[in-house]
């Protein structure tokens, strides 16, 4: 049997480990895939509070506040003169709609 601070000590652990790749995380990598990653960025046509985009192309997405099922299809399939984002990654979709959904509170 463990001693109890061993236990203690292995929840820590794993409480630090889900913080490290947890929503902050998410976070961050949902924002660097809106700003930079994505070609063309999000935030050339979009305007949205979290990233510090100010684009009038697009609608802002503040103001929609898209769920993350709608971000989703349109980063797939396009939509007007917005560019279907083939270059992405599945997982790389789904973490830009799911933050683009969490920070326009479209959850």
Known sequence: MKPSWAIAAAGCLLAWQAHATGPAADLEAGRTLFN???TPA???C???KDAGAEGAIGPSLDALKPDAARVRT???TGLGVMPAYEALTAEQIETLANYVARVAEGH
């Open 42 to 44: 999000c935030a050339i």
């Open 46 to 48: 979009h305007t949205l």
């Open 36 to 38: 930079n990653t994505a």
């Open 74 to 76: 349109v980063l797939k």
